[in-house]
C-alpha cells in the first residue's frame, strides 16, 4: 500500500491506495507564465484589442456606457476586478464620457445577488466608493429590466438585460476561462439574461467544459449573432482573461466576442490536452478528494449538494468519463457535513428533501420539478430582494448526476453523517481504504487512479 495526503473538505486525510494506483494531476490549470504587473496587461487589453479600436476611441462625449462583469461566484482569485474596472474608466473619462453616464452591473444570471460590501471586496473598494449609487446586480426575474430580442433560427429565445439594449456601449470584464465553459457570449446571454433564455442550454447533456464541439456555446454563438444583429456588431466589448492559475492572470485580451473568444479557445487548446490522455488506459476505481469548496459558496458556505454533486460530481466530476471504464466506481474523500445557509440556499434544502428522493436522473429532475420552482413566488422573492439564488439553481445543480450514466457507483469516504451520501443513492465507507476494499468486493479494483485536487479556498 501507498500513502498519499489527499484534499478533504476545508483539511486533508491520509489515504491509503494500492501500491500500483496511477496518480494524475486534474488537468485543470493551464501551463503557461503568468503576468508579473496586471497594469499592462489590462492597458494592452483595452488599448491595442484584437479586433476594435482603442476603447476609448469608441466612445464619445454624452455616450451611455455599461461596464458588466462576473460576479464573485467565478473561481478568480486574482485581483482582475480591482486592476481592470478603474483602467476601463480611465479609458472612458479621457473619451469625455461623464461618471453620471456610466453604469455598472454585476452579471449574476441566476446566481444570488451580492451586497456592495461582497462586491467591494471582490471589485475593489475603490470602485465601489466612487460608483456605489450606479452598481447594480443583474436582476432576471425584473420584466421591466428585461428585452426580448428575438429568437434564434432554431428557436432559441434571446432576452437580455435593458441596460445592455440602451447603452452605446456595453463592455463585459469575462475573470477567468474554464477550459470550453466559461467565457464568449455566455458572459452576456447567460450573465445578463433570464431563465427564459438560459433554460435552453443550461440542460444536463447541454452543458459543457470541452473545448472542441461544445454545444452550449454553439447555442451561445446562436444567440450572440441575434444580438449582434438586433444591437449592431460593434456595441459590445469584450474582456477576456486567461489565468495561469487561480491566483495569477496569464494574458487578458480584448475585441469582440468572437475575436476573444477565438483567441482563448486556440491558446488553451494548444496548452490543454484532453483530460482522456492523461492516462494510458481507463481504471476501475477513479478517487479524489473534494475539497470545501464551491463557486456558488461564494461569502457563504456549502451543503451536501454542493459538495457531494455540483463540485464532486460536476466541476470536478469530469475525470470520471476521462479516466473511469464505463461502469467504473468512483469514491469521493468528503466529510460532507449536512449544513444548510438557508438564506442564499433557501430552495436547496427543500428539492434535498422533495427531488433527491424522487429521482436521480438530472432530465426527470429538470422535467419534474423545475417549471414549476421557476414559478415559486416565494423563492423568486427571496432572489429579487434577500440575496438568494434562483429557486430552479437547486435544480441545476443535480445536473452532474448524469455521471452516474458513466459510472455505476459513487462511494463517499469519511462523511460525517452516512446518511447524507445515502440520501443521494450513494454508499458511505469510513476511508478511502475501505472504499476501495467495498469496489474490490464487487470486482471493480484491478486499477486505481487517484486525481490529486489541490486545496481549494472560498472568497471570503
Not at 476545508?10 to 491506495?17: R, V, Y
Request: glycine residues 6%; aromatic residues 6%; contains cysteine.
Amino acid at each position: 500500500m501507498i500513502e498519499r495526503t489527499i484534499t478533504f473538505g476545508a483539511g486533508t486525510t491520509i489515504a491509503e491506495l494500492p501500491d500500483d494506483t496511477v496518480v494524475v494531476g486534474p488537468g485543470v490549470t493551464v501551463p503557461v507564465e503568468a503576468a508579473d504587473d496586471l497594469v499592462p496587461v489590462v492597458g494592452r487589453a483595452l488599448d491595442g484589442p484584437l479586433d476594435r479600436a482603442p476603447l476609448a476611441d469608441q466612445v464619445h462625449a454624452g455616450a451611455r456606457v455599461t461596464v458588466a462583469f462576473d460576479d464573485p461566484t467565478v473561481p478568480c482569485y486574482a485581483p482582475v476586478w480591482a486592476a481592470a474596472l478603474p483602467a476601463i474608466v480611465e479609458r472612458l473619462t479621457r473619451a469625455g464620457v461623464r461618471d453620471n453616464d456610466i453604469s455598472f452591473i454585476c452579471a449574476n444570471a441566476l446566481h444570488r445577488k451580492f451586497t456592495l460590501d461582497e462586491l467591494a471586496r471582490t471589485i475593489g473598494d475603490e470602485t465601489v466608493r466612487a460608483h456605489a449609487d450606479r452598481i447594480t446586480c443583474h436582476d432576471a426575474e425584473d420584466d421591466e429590466q428585461l428585452v426580448h430580442l428575438g429568437k434564434t433560427a432554431s428557436g432559441l429565445d434571446v432576452e437580455l438585460n435593458k441596460a445592455v439594449v440602451d447603452s452605446d456601449l456595453t463592455i463585459y470584464l469575462n475573470c477567468s476561462t474554464m477550459r470550453g465553459f466559461s467565457g464568449g457570449w455566455k458572459s452576456v446571454c447567460v450573465g445578463l439574461s433570464s431563465y427564459r433564455s438560459i433554460h435552453h442550454h443550461h440542460t444536463p447533456d447541454v452543458m459543457s467544459m470541452s473545448l472542441d464541439r461544445n454545444r452550449m456555446h454553439e447555442m451561445l454563438d446562436e444567440m450572440g449573432a441575434v444580438v449582434d444583429d438586433k444591437l449592431g456588431s460593434e456595441r459590445i466589448f469584450k474582456l477576456e482573461t486567461v489565468l495561469a492559475n487561480p491566483l495569477q492572470v496569464h494574458d487578458i485580451y480584448g475585441g469582440s466576442v468572437a475575436a476573444t473568444r477565438s483567441k482563448v479557445v486556440e491558446l488553451l487548446k494548444s496548452k490543454q490536452g484532453a483530460r482522456r490522455d492523461l492516462i494510458d488506459q481507463p481504471v476501475d476505481v477513479v478517487v479524489y478528494g473534494v475539497p470545501d469548496w464551491s463557486p456558488y459558496a461564494a461569502f457563504s458556505h456549502t451543503n451536501p449538494i454542493l459538495d457531494l454533486i455540483s463540485t464532486g460530481l460536476g466541476y470536478l466530476g469530469g475525470v470520471v468519463q476521462a479516466l473511469g471504464r464505463p461502469g467504473c466506481t468512483v469514491i469521493l474523500a468528503t466529510p460532507c457535513p449536512d449544513r444548510w445557509d438557508t438564506r442564499h440556499h433557501a430552495s436547496y434544502p427543500e428539492v434535498w428533501d422533495s427531488v433527491l428522493p424522487a429521482t436521480n436522473d438530472p432530465d426527470e429532475a429538470r422535467a419534474r420539478f423545475e417549471p414549476e420552482l421557476a414559478r415559486r413566488e416565494d423563492y423568486i422573492a427571496k432572489y429579487r430582494f434577500e440575496n438568494a439564488f434562483h429557486p430552479v439553481h437547486a435544480v441545476m445543480a443535480l445536473y452532474p448526476l448524469k455521471r452516474l450514466r458513466h459510472a455505476s457507483r459513487v462511494i463517499v469516504a469519511g462523511a460525517e453523517d452516512p446518511k447524507v451520501p445515502q440520501h443521494c443513492g450513494f454508499d458511505h465507507a469510513p476511508t478511502v481504504a475501505a472504499a476501495i476494499d467495498m469496489a474490490r468486493a464487487e470486482g471493480d479494483a484491478d486499477r486505481v487512479a487517484l486525481v490529486e485536487y489541490p486545496p481549494a479556498f472560498n472568497r471570503q
